[in-house]
């Protein structure tokens, strides 16, 4: 189903946060920056009554549960009602999944999914704040407390609040290509791509300050993705020990640096494969892996599909 309509379902009261994740990716016009217009409808059981959000906030959905009836994507944002929705918003859900649509949900969004009966049999997860929970009220649905985000169908179930951008940014990726997602990441000013498969920050966080952040040791190897790289060298350039470097480069990424810097290849080589006509092999050197066959190796642990194979499904028209 191609991605060209977007009804974010609102519950009282509203996580300002989440909802402006889905706002943010789908909401905004990018047009001018080769981003497709989204039809971006939000949507509530009361539309035109004022909901609760973050402190004194309120907001108004326009349209009504109707308007999600033929969306592409049903999108629901946290909120504290999440678990225990009305059987309207619940029948939106099934709806959507019935028809083939799309329904995502962000942070505690999830339980209105397993409300409405669609995680069963499932693997999603939520924040891990309520992973226990959620798995313990819906012992059907397959939670996995570890991952950013899981997409499983046509229903996809984030984490916390960046994990939802992450999620969002899959999708346009899914749908529309590699070249899309990045320019609405690029404009976001977030990280075009982090793997769903990451663990989600569940341990206390390293404190760091600006300076000693390895975000632009992180943005050099964006540049430099040719090269190769040793963990003692990237170290050196942050002006860290080994060790230091490493466990700084988990807590931030939630990966290693060699499975960060494969999966950057990775990426690289999928806007690559869309956008150019450069062969199997040339791409492999462009990104780092050397050889035709090391990148094949690479993609297809990542994809799922060979290179080859990824090209024919999503090359972007001329």
């Given at each position: ?72 994507l049903v999108a629901i944002p ?49 924040h891990w704040r309520h992973s ?62 982090r793997d769903g498969g990451q ?120």
């Amino acid at each position: 189903m191609a991605l060209r309509s977007v009804a974010v379902v609102l519950q009282d009261p509203v996580a300002m946060f989440e909802f402006g994740v889905l706002s943010e990716v789908f909401g905004i016009d990018r047009t001018d920056d080769g981003v497709p217009p989204f039809d971006f409808r939000v949507c509530a059981e009361r539309p035109g009554e004022p909901m609760h959000a973050d402190g004194q906030t309120m907001l108004v959905a326009p349209f009504g549960l109707e308007a999600a009836a033929d969306a592409d994507l049903v999108a629901i944002p946290a909120s504290s009602s999440a678990d225990h929705p009305s059987e309207a918003v619940m029948q939106v859900v099934r709806d959507a999944v019935e028809r083939g649509a799309y329904v995502l949900s962000v942070c505690s969004g999830a339980f209105t999914l397993a409300a409405a009966g669609v995680l069963d049999g499932r693997e999603c997860t939520t924040h891990w704040r309520h992973s226990d929970e959620l798995a313990s009220a819906y012992p059907l649905a397959h939670v996995n407390p570890d991952v950013l985000y899981a997409h499983d169908g046509t229903v996809i179930t984030s984490a916390g609040t960046a994990a939802g951008m992450d999620a969002c940014l899959h999708l346009v990726r899914s749908e529309h290509g590699g070249a899309v997602a990045n320019r609405i990441a690029r404009r976001m000013v977030v990280s075009p791509h982090r793997d769903g498969g990451q663990r989600q920050f569940i341990d206390r966080p390293v404190p760091v300050t600006e300076c000693e952040s390895i975000g632009p040791v992180l943005q050099w190897l964006l540049e430099h993705l040719d090269e190769p790289h040793t963990v003692s060298a990237l170290a050196r350039r942050a002006s860290m020990s080994s060790r230091t470097f490493a466990r700084r480069f988990v807590s931030e990424t939630g990966t290693t640096p060699h499975q960060w810097v494969t999966d950057q290849r990775v990426l690289r080589a999928r806007e690559l494969l869309e956008e150019t006509d450069l062969s199997i092999e040339q791409i492999a050197g462009d990104v780092g892996f050397g050889s035709a066959a090391l990148l094949r190796h690479h993609f297809s642990q990542c994809t799922g599909l060979t290179p080859t194979v990824f090209r024919t499904r999503h090359r972007s028209p001329a």
